[in-house]
């Protein structure tokens, strides 16, 4: 009698992987995806321009796809300017983290 059928060792079937799940969370975060900011690939990008006070000012949305976890943890734990605060879980920054970095073609 031979039954190995069951005994599969691969066991993420029907499971996404943390890096899809971070890709998710990325993309809808309670609602307000990063994506929305951080674009795609967490490049650096130009999210407005105004005039304040008669100069013309520029908010700059900084590339996040090459930063050291502690750093990436970091920004996501305080209030910052722009950026809302998201009191995302340890499991949550991990997982994203784990996308957007996979999302850096260049390596710098
Ligand atoms: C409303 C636009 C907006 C959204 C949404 C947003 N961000 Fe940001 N993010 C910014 C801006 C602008 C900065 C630059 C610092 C600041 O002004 O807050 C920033 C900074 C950061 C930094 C720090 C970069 C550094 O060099 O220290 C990280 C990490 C980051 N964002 C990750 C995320 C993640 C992950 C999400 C989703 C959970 C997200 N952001 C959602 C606009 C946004």
Do not use: W
């Amino acid at each position: 009698m031979q039954d190995s059928s069951q005994d599969s060792t691969q066991d993420t079937d029907g499971f996404i992987t943390p890096q899809e799940y971070g890709a998710n969370l990325y993309e809808n975060p309670r609602g307000i995806g990063c994506v929305k900011c951080h674009g795609k690939d967490g490049e650096e990008t130009l999210l407005a321009s105004y005039v304040h006070k008669g100069k013309q000012r520029h908010i700059i949305v900084p590339r996040i796809n090459n930063l050291a976890f502690e750093t990436f943890k970091v920004a996501l734990s305080k209030d910052s300017g722009v950026m809302p605060k998201y009191n995302l879980t340890d499991e949550e920054i991990n997982a994203i983290y784990l996308y957007i970095t996979s999302r850096n073609k260049t390596f710098r």
